[in-house]
Structures are given as C-alpha cells and as structure tokens.
C-alpha cells in the first residue's frame, strides 16, 4: 500500500474531516456513560484512618497462630530419642584421614617432624615449613654481612611454596606452584620466548630488530639517505 501524500490538498482535507469524526465521537461516548465514569471514580467505603504500621501489626497477629503450633512442635521433637541409622557416625577425629598434608603429598615427617602426629591429634598443622639451620644462622650472625636485612632477602629468593604448606594470601595464587604449569615444563629451547626474556633482562632494553629482517623497498624511484 502506498504512503498517502499529506501535501495533496484532497488528503489534508480527508484527515481533518477524520479527525474531527473521531473527537465528535469521543464526545459523545462520554457524555452518554459519564455517570458510570462518576460511578467508578468515586471511593463508596468509608475511610478507616489505617496505617502502614497497622497493616504489618493486623499481618503479624495473623502468624501468631502458626509460630506457636511450630514453637509446640519443635519442642516435641527436640524432647524425642534420635534415631541411629549407623553404628559409627564420623566425628573431628576423622576428618584428618586422607587428608593431612603427609597424605595429600605437601610433606614428609622426615623433613618436618611436626608433621608426625596421630590422627587423634586435633591440633591446627603447621603453617610454614621447617627453615634450613644455615639459613637461620645468619639472624645470629655479626653485621654488615649478616643479620636480620640479609635473612629477609635470602628469604625472598625462595618461592613461597618453598617457605609455606599452603597459599596464606590471594597475592600468592598467581605464582602459586609456577613449576608444575604446562609452560613451565614444556618451556621451548629457543625462539621467540628466549630473546623477550633477554631483552627485558638486559640493561639496554630491547633491541631493534637487525636490518635484514626488515621489508625490502619497493620497486621504483627512492630517495636515498
């Protein structure tokens, strides 16, 4: 169907007299239904005054009922014998079984002998593991060479799953373990990776690439430097 043209004077003409039948009988229709419209606007109940605090008030005394037969129900239960399904039912003390860090494979109670301890035993488990008596050595050593600076770096050379058992801040799980990653056991021989880590590491920075790994000129007239 084509668009009606509303600059065609014959079209003007059509609208109007449209729009104009359309408000004579808009008019009409409430005029003849204009009691019913009265009828419908208008509130008949008397007004109560009501609240919102009376409404939640009249809603809770409506539960009262409910929260006193769950509060008589509750107590017959809780007067009740339980009943055993099993003859042995799991306490704290079997929750270390399978899962201490001798069995799950983090330590040795050769190395750590905290670590030896029965499963009766409900003590926390270490936190870190057990520091290299030469290592220690250097707190009790004289300064300039020794001392507590020298410790904390030779410290932080360490990897923390060196130092700890498990990750004790989210920063440590980024470099959590680096060395059980698939990169790091397949690290390639040469190649790209082998010259960005020579060239972040090196004094200079890195290097531009050399001359003939750049694009030949193109044929034609070129200006020469």
Same mark, same amino acid.
């Given at each position: 169907?084509?668009?009606?043209?509303?600059?065609?004077?014959?079209?003007?003409?059509?609208?109007?007299?449209?729009?104009?039948?359309?408000?004579?009988?808009?008019?009409?229709?409430?005029?003849?239904?204009?009691?019913?419209?009265?009828?419908?606007?208008?509130?008949?109940?008397?007004?109560?005054?009501?609240?919102?605090?009376?409404?939640?008030?009249?809603?809770?005394?409506?539960?009262?009922?409910?929260?006193?037969?769950?509060?008589?129900?509750?107590?017959?239960?809780?007067?009740?014998?339980?009943?055993?399904?099993?003859?042995?039912?799991?306490?704290?003390?079997?929750?270390?079984?399978?899962?201490?860090?001798?069995?799950?494979?983090?330590?040795?109670?050769?190395?750590?002998? $905290?670590?030896? =301890?029965?499963?009766? %035993?409900?003590? *926390?488990?270490?936190?870190?593991? #057990?520091?290299? @008596?030469?290592?220690?050595?250097?707190?009790?050593?004289?300064?300039?060479?020794?001392?507590?600076?020298?410790?904390?770096?030779?410290?932080?050379?360490?990897?923390?799953?060196?130092?700890?058992?498990?990750?004790?801040?989210?920063?440590?799980?980024?470099?959590?373990?680096?060395?059980?990653?698939?990169?790091?056991?397949?690290?390639?021989?040469?190649? $790209?990776?082998? =010259?960005?880590?020579? %060239?972040?590491? *090196?004094?200079?920075?890195?290097? #531009?690439?050399? @001359?003939?790994?750049?694009?030949?000129?193109?044929?034609?007239?070129?200006?020469?430097?």
């Amino acid at each position: 169907m084509p668009i009606a043209d509303i600059t065609n004077p014959a079209t003007i003409k059509f609208l109007v007299e449209s729009y104009d039948k359309t408000t004579r009988l808009r008019l009409k229709w409430n005029r003849l239904h204009s009691d019913k419209l009265k009828d419908a606007a208008t509130l008949h109940r008397d007004e109560k005054g009501y609240f919102d605090t009376d409404v939640l008030e009249e809603c809770m005394a409506g539960g009262m009922a409910t929260i006193a037969r769950d509060f008589k129900v509750s107590g017959y239960n809780r007067r009740r014998t339980p009943i055993r399904d099993g003859v042995h039912i799991p306490g704290v003390a079997n929750m270390k079984k399978g899962h201490s860090i001798v069995e799950v494979g983090l330590g040795d109670p050769k190395d750590d002998p $905290r670590l030896a =301890r029965p499963d009766t %035993d409900l003590t *926390s488990d270490p936190i870190m593991r #057990p520091i290299d @008596p030469k290592e220690r050595n250097i707190l009790y050593d004289d300064m300039p060479f020794y001392g507590r600076a020298v410790y904390l770096k030779s410290r932080c050379r360490k990897m923390p799953e060196k130092k700890y058992y498990f990750s004790e801040c989210s920063g440590w799980e980024y470099g959590w373990r680096l060395g059980d990653s698939y990169f790091r056991r397949n690290a390639p021989k040469c190649g $790209r990776v082998w =010259r960005l880590t020579r %060239d972040v590491k *090196s004094r200079t920075g890195p290097h #531009p690439d050399p @001359p003939h790994y750049k694009d030949s000129d193109p044929p034609g007239v070129s200006k020469c430097i």
